[in-house]
């Protein structure tokens, strides 16, 4: 059984661009929650797939948009890169929509100039 | 709106010695509650979780928390601390066990040899 992945493991991107971020879901998930942790903070919801539907977004801006994949993996996209979406994306894959089943990935430290 | 509270930026104990790590939450009714780890590198860890029942509540790792509605708390304990506790700690609230998780923002334990 293969735990939560996520690609890449460092990003630096100059304001202004546009980047994506993957994840792959353990084995047998089906539900994939993006999170972005900013440094000295905890992790903030950005949104929650569920078999491939968009189920539930926190407070961010539609720059911010996903895909999850009839595989389960599952795609952050984030437009017009802004200096303050300098973060950690932490991904997490559960079986449903049960937080006490979630399993983090390491996270993608996006770095923006 | 609901919200986490960890007091507690940074922590320092020596090793051998006991923990506790204090969580307060602000929410109407009872909520999910959460202790995840996070080590330098690695996702998120699921140390234990509360959702009713008996309010002392154990975990992973030799941690326990107890849950005390009249003061909404959640703090997080360990009798003896292991050098490789050295980590950060996020308390998490959820109003129930299918919303989004709110994180605090985290305390980071320092251990002495």
């Known amino acids: 059984e293969t735990g939560v992945t996520q690609s890449p493991t460092h990003l630096i991107k100059t304001r202004g661009q546009q980047v994506t971020l993957r994840c792959s879901s353990q084995?047998?998930?089906?539900?994939v929650s993006w999170y972005q942790q900013a440094l000295g903070q905890g992790p903030q919801f950005i949104f929650q797939y569920y078999r491939e539907e968009e189920n539930g977004r926190g407070n961010f801006p539609p720059r911010f948009s996903g895909l999850q994949f009839p595989n389960y993996s599952s795609e952050l996209n984030v437009n017009a890169l802004e200096l303050d979406d300098s973060a950690l994306y932490l991904c997490?894959?559960?079986?449903?929509?049960?937080?006490?089943?979630?399993?983090f990935g390491p996270g993608t430290r996006l770095t923006v100039l | 709106a609901q919200s986490v509270t960890q007091p507690d930026i940074h922590i320092t104990v020596s090793e051998g010695a006991s923990l506790e790590l204090r969580c307060n939450y602000s929410y109407g009714a009872t909520p999910y509650l959460f202790w995840y780890v996070q080590s330098p590198g690695q996702g998120l860890q699921l140390l234990l979780k509360?959702?009713?029942?008996?309010?002392l509540v154990q975990g992973i790792k030799g941690f326990e928390a107890e849950f005390k509605r009249s003061q909404s708390s959640f703090n997080l304990r360990k009798p003896s601390v292991h050098w490789s506790d050295a980590a950060e700690y996020f308390c998490?609230?959820?109003?129930?066990?299918?919303?989004?998780?709110?994180f605090g923002k985290g305390t980071r334990l320092h251990i002495l040899p």
């Open positions: 998490a609230v959820a109003p129930n066990r299918d919303d989004k998780i709110i």
């Open positions: 997490a894959s559960s079986n449903g929509l049960a937080l006490d089943t979630q399993y």
């Open positions: 084995s047998g998930h089906n539900t």
């Open positions: 509360y959702f009713s029942g008996d309010t």
